[in-house]
């Protein structure tokens, strides 16, 4: 054995993560001290100090049994009232509160009373567990699902409450209980199993010498399949090779009574032989009815509820494909049932056991014979004739009856059975197997009855008559069976067309969706269109609660909803036609990724209609591409949400290193001088104190201006911006921006271009000033001393433009539009690189705010820069526009 199967048996052998360990005290019948040896298992484990509660456990009065439960904590039980009846209920949402570590639950297979969360108590213990808590608990095993047929057999009882036989082959342990069944009768006398009227009623029906032996010895057997599990993981973990699993099972059904029974035998053989298992329906487009089709789907829920693998193919020939599939898997055993006996079956080769035995090679063949009920009359089939296709088969004959006596003065005899021959293919098209014989059989007799000489008689005096009748009747028989054949494969492909064009139309939908919103609205849109089915999406709204993203007038019952946050909660589907809440009308299907749901999918019948398995099949289908959708959007929002972190990373990291540095800047130049002036006083010559002074007033200029770039900025970005417009003339503006400015410009040549008879502006004016005293702020930086930097101000058609042009080094054009992006500064020369980088990013959103625009060009000469503010022109008021004529 490799060095990984080795760690694999060794990983096995430890209990999942977070998951609880299964003991399960398992017994021939009630009685043998289940109960009692779970309870003393308990006492050793309190002794160890392990924190218990006995969940439910039930004593039926024996006083043995009650003094071991009586040390020991106990949850109170739920009661409910159900039809006049006060029940009791274990309280599972009691006991997950408490997290113990270990609770005692007993009768693993019981029926839970109506209304609960789950249909049995071998789910809630499987949610206990999920919890991470170790459970304690008892079973009969006439309570297993694949031994129910046999258990029948040999009591003459109908055991209702089952469980699925891989419960109990996950358990960490298994402890057989024995009893010989001569004590166990001698319990029941005693009454202590039952009081005395119900004992010897059960000794009557079911606790017989030969029914205790019986059960006795399947309880042994499954302890034995068990105990061979458990030595063949042992044997794994010493590195030695275990025994080997030969081959697989394959299971073959149809939608007959003996579908179930043929299932729960399959199950035994697989895990007597240590075989993995699959059930196989073959789809040769045979129309089946609805009982049928309800036997099929419910064996095949039995199939997966004892663990097997369930698989539907569609052919045309059942035992080729089963033999086919059967080499594909590499399985060495199939197990059929016997065929019901037709005659046309024996005429044309046998039923599906027979072909497999002649047609199969190297393969096990193991037939499951029809189960015999004398005490029950034989049922006629269920299924009911389509008298339209009979009629139609009459009505075909009628018809090619009229046109070969029309034909016939024309054609020779052979010739007019071709009429007949298109008559049956007709039929075999728009209907089946059934109506086409019924046309060949009707065409037949019609034939032989008007055109055989002698014409109106049944007899025939020719031999070669005899056989054109003969040969007619069996290329009818022919034509019309592989007519109906191809029908069928047609039918069946279509179906299968259906569902894959489903699955494309929904993934061409989903491909075009790009968050999660549109995924939801895809889906829901796709899915609406189903007549017979109300579908839904829900996903939470953040506060615990529902919302549907395709229906927002969705009203959920409190059952419904509770069915929703368990299929949420455990990542299992839940609701109408489950194990779990099934009391409400909705079928709820989580759409999961790997962290978990992203969204609930349900299902609800409307009114008269029924949820198919078909239907349900297409469902789980469909939620794969839908589940992926909805992992790519989240995906796509995460990336998104992390992209968006790292930008306000970078800009809270720019803005501080602005604020450490150009903040600071005018500030260490305003404390050098205000030390120099406190320190030296009147020692300065008065020159220089009014030069320091000027200084000191030009930094807190600068630093006022930095400061009231810093919150017009964050104005703009919250939208708290408001715009107090008023009429101003634009050489106000620019006259005003100048003046703030005489300091800075005084290095350079200022030219200033102002028209005469300037319309005006309809704006804020302290903004648009602001905006301009930027601009040439920004120009003036990155001037080269005693250059020239000019202002000018033009009227278009529609636009008022105030440019600012300099000769200072320029911006590429592969700069130009970075410039007005927050913290951008382009460092030319010494006198560049200065500055928050916030004035440009500024004056765009004071502009933008005004309806206007920003553009950059060349500047005086072909060299340095222009930016131009573009401000739209309104309309003049009337008082103003005459004043100015």
């Given amino acids: 054995m490799s060095d990984s199967g080795r760690a694999d048996a060794l990983l096995a052998d430890l209990p ?51 003094a071991l439960l009586g040390g020991l904590p106990q949850q109170a039980l739920l009661r409910s009232e159900y039809r006049g009846v006060t029940l009791e209920e274990m309280d599972l949402d009691g006991l997950l509160k408490a997290a113990p570590k270990l609770v005692l639950v007993d009768e693993l297979a019981h029926s839970n009373a109506p209304g609960s969360r789950h249909a049995k108590r071998w789910q809630d213990i499987q949610e206990l567990l999920a919890a991470g808590i170790d459970v ?40 057989l209980i024995d009893l010989p069944p001569r004590e166990l009768l001698e319990r029941l006398r005693e009454g202590k199993v039952y009081v005395p009227e119900q004992a010897r009623a059960a000794i009557d029906a ?19 399949a068990q105990v061979d599990d458990d030595l063949a993981q042992g044997y794994r973990q010493l590195g030695q090779d275990a025994p080997a699993v030969r081959g697989r099972l394959l299971v073959g059904i149809d939608g007959d009574a003996q579908a179930e029974r043929l299932v729960r035998h399959a199950s035994r053989v697989a895990q007597r032989r240590h075989l993995p298992w699959s059930l196989v329906h073959v789809d040769n487009g045979r129309v089946l009815d609805e009982v049928a089709r309800m036997r099929l789907q419910n064996a095949q829920q039995l199939a997966e509820r004892l663990g097997g693998e369930v698989i539907l193919l569609r052919a045309g020939e059942v035992a080729k494909t089963l033999i086919q599939h059967a080499a594909e898997r590499r399985a060495s055993l199939v197990l059929v049932g016997q065929s019901r006996p037709r005659l046309r079956r024996r005429l044309f080769g046998g039923g599906l056991a027979a072909r497999l035995l002649r047609d199969a090679h190297g393969l096990e063949i193991n037939v499951l014979d029809s189960e015999a009920r004398a005490d029950q009359p034989v049922a006629r089939s269920a299924r009911q004739l389509v008298w339209f296709d009979y009629a139609l088969a009459l009505i075909a004959t009628v018809l090619a009856s009229c046109l070969a006596k029309a034909v016939a003065e024309f054609l ?47 007899s025939i005096q020719r031999e070669e008559d005899v056989l054109t009748l003969l040969f007619f009747l069996l290329m009818a028989a022919l034509t019309g069976n592989l007519a109906a054949r191809q029908r069928r494969q047609l039918q069946a492909l279509r179906d299968t067309q259906e569902e894959t064009s489903e699955l494309l139309d929904l993934s061409r939908k989903l491909t075009a969706a790009t968050d999660r919103q549109a995924v939801l609205s ?96 297409l469902l789980t289908a469909l939620s794969q591409p839908l589940a992926q959708a909805l992992a790519r959007a989240q995906l796509a929002e995460e990336l998104e949400a992390a992209r968006l972190h790292g930008e306000t990373e970078q800009l809270r990291s720019a803005l501080l290193a602005s604020v450490s540095h150009d903040l600071r800047t005018p ?70 921006a100048l003046n703030r400015l005489r300091a800075v410009l005084a290095p350079l040549q200022m030219m200033t271009r102002l028209p005469q008879d300037l319309p005006l502006l309809y704006v804020h004016a302290a903004l648009i000033e602001q905006a301009l005293v930027n601009v040439l702020e920004n120009a003036a930086r990155f001037s080269p001393v005693h250059g020239r930097l000019a202002v000018e101000v033009a009227v278009g058609d529609s636009e008022v433009s105030f440019a600012v042009s300099d000769e200072g080094p320029g911006i590429p054009e592969a700069e130009r539009a970075k410039i007005f992006d927050m913290f951008y500064t382009a460092a030319r020369g010494d006198r560049g690189g200065q500055g928050t980088g916030l004035g440009l990013a500024i004056c765009q959103g004071m502009v933008g705010a005004h309806g206007g625009r920003i553009s950059v060009a060349e500047g005086i000469d072909g060299r340095g820069t222009c930016i131009t503010l573009h401000l739209p022109l309104p309309t003049q008021p009337e008082d103003e526009t005459e004043s100015h004529s």
């Fill in 16 to 66: 999942r993560e977070g998951r609880g360990r299964l003991k399960v005290f398992l017994g021939a019948a009630p009685g043998v001290g289940k109960t009692y040896a779970m309870l003393q298992a308990a006492h050793a484990q309190l002794r160890q100090g392990t924190r218990i509660i006995a969940g439910v456990v039930e004593t039926h009065g024996r006083a043995e049994t009650e």
């Fill in 136 to 175: 304690y608990t008892t079973v009969n095993v006439q309570h297993l699902e694949s031994l129910n047929d046999q258990v029948r057999g040999i009591t003459g009882v109908q055991v209702r409450e089952t469980l699925p036989d891989w419960v109990l082959q996950e358990a960490y342990e298994l402890v």
């Fill in 206 to 224: 079911f606790f017989t010498q030969t029914n205790l032996t019986a059960l006795r010895e399947l309880a042994m057997q499954t302890a034995a």
């Fill in 412 to 458: 020779a005899l052979p010739n007019i059975s071709l009429v007949f021959l298109a008559a049956v293919l007709l039929v075999a098209v728009r209907s089946s197997l059934g109506p086409a014989l019924a046309c060949a059989a009707l065409s037949f007799l019609a034939y032989d009855y008007l055109f055989i000489p002698p014409t109106f008689s049944l």
């Fill in 522 to 617: 895809a889906a829901a849109q796709h899915l609406g269109g189903w007549q017979e089915l109300q579908v839904c999406l829900l996903e939470r709204d953040g506060q615990g609660g529902w919302k549907s993203a395709s229906d927002g007038s969705l009203q959920l019952s409190e059952p419904e909803r509770a069915a929703a946050d368990w299929a949420w909660q455990h990542d299992q589907a839940a609701g109408h036609g489950t194990g779990t809440l099934p009391s409400g009308r909705w079928w709820w299907w989580p759409l999961s990724a790997e962290e978990g749901p992203l969204a609930l999918l349900g299902v609800c019948p409307r009114d008269g209609q029924a949820f198919t398995a078909q239907r349900r099949r």
């Fill in 667 to 736: 500030l260490t130049a305003m404390r050098g001088s205000i030390d120099s002036l406190l320190a030296l006083g009147e020692a300065i010559p008065r020159e220089d104190r009014i030069e320091l002074l000027e200084g000191t007033r030009d930094e807190a200029e600068r630093l006022d201006r930095y400061i009231q770039n810093l919150l017009d900025m964050t104005r703009l970005g919250h939208g708290a911006l408001k715009l107090a417009r008023d009429w101003v003339s634009p050489g106000d503006i620019v006259g005003s």
